[in-house]
C-alpha cells in the first residue's frame, strides 16, 4: 500500500504540464510550433479553445494573437476593437477553468522609447488585461528574431532579418539611422524561457520582461559580419 501511494505521488510530481499557444499566422505562433517538440504543447486557434478545455486537462494557456506596426498605424480602431474580441472570449472560457493566461505584449509599450500607435496599443490593451483577469502574466519581448526555412514570409519583420537577407544575398541594404538602439530577443530564447516558465513551481509574477537590453544597429551589423 505504501508503496503504490509512493508511486502516486512520484506520478504526480513527474507530470507534465499541457499548455496551449493560442495563435494563427503569426510569426512568433509558427516559430514555437516549429521549435517545439514538446508532446504536452498544443498549438491552435482560439476557435477550438472550448473543444481542446474539454478533452485535455491544461496548466497554462499562451495568447500569442496581436498586430504589427503597420497594422496598427493602419487601422488602430479596427485592431483594437478584433483584439479586444477575442481576448474577451478567451478569457470568459479560461474563467470556467481557472487556467493562468499569459499574454505576449511589447517591450516598447513600457520602456518610454517608442512612441507609436504600437507601443500605445499593446500598453492600453495590456492595462485591461490585467485588471479583467486576475490568473494573468503580460510578457514584455523585445524584437524577436530567428527565422527557421519554411517561413520564408517572415525574412524581413525587423532589422536584423533584413540585414542577415541582404548579407546573405549580397545585396544593397541603406540603414538610416547607425546608432539607433532597439530591444531584441531571440526566438529561441523566448522558447526556453516558456519553456522554464512553466515548469516552475513559482506563481508566476503579473509582468515578465524578456532580455530587455538596447543594442545599436551598428553593433548588431559588427556582430553579424564577425560571425
Known amino acids: 500500500m505504501h508503496k503504490v501511494i509512493s508511486m502516486m505521488k512520484e506520478n504526480i510530481k513527474n507530470k507534465k504540464n499541457n499548455v496551449i499557444f493560442l495563435g494563427n499566422n503569426g510569426y512568433i505562433f509558427n516559430s514555437l510550433k516549429d521549435l517545439s517538440q514538446n508532446k504536452n504543447y498544443l498549438f491552435i486557434d482560439y476557435k477550438n479553445l472550448k473543444k481542446v478545455l474539454k478533452v485535455n486537462e491544461i496548466s497554462y494557456v499562451f495568447f500569442l494573437y496581436g498586430p504589427n506596426r503597420y497594422q496598427c498605424k493602419k487601422n488602430f480602431k479596427f485592431e483594437y476593437k478584433r483584439y479586444i474580441q477575442v481576448l474577451n472570449y478567451v478569457i470568459k472560457v479560461l474563467k470556467k477553468y481557472d487556467i493562468w493566461l499569459f499574454k505576449l505584449s511589447t517591450i516598447h509599450s513600457i520602456d518610454n522609447l517608442d512612441d507609436s500607435k504600437y507601443s500605445y496599443f499593446y500598453n492600453l490593451v495590456d492595462k485591461k488585461f490585467l485588471k479583467t483577469y486576475t490568473k494573468s502574466s503580460v510578457v514584455y519581448l523585445g524584437n524577436i528574431f530567428g527565422i527557421t526555412s519554411k517561413f520564408k ?12 537577407s541582404s548579407y546573405v544575398r549580397n545585396s544593397k541594404f541603406v540603414v538610416k539611422k547607425l546608432d539607433a538602439k532597439r530591444s531584441y530577443t531571440s526566438i529561441y530564447f523566448l522558447s526556453k524561457k516558456i519553456d522554464r516558465l512553466i515548469n516552475s513551481n513559482i506563481t508566476p509574477e503579473k509582468k515578465i520582461v524578456i532580455k530587455s537590453k538596447l543594442i ?10 564577425k560571425n
Open 153 to 164: 514570409k517572415f525574412k524581413r519583420i525587423n532589422f536584423i532579418h533584413k540585414y542577415i
Open 216 to 225: 545599436s544597429n551598428e553593433s548588431i551589423i559588427n556582430l553579424i559580419e
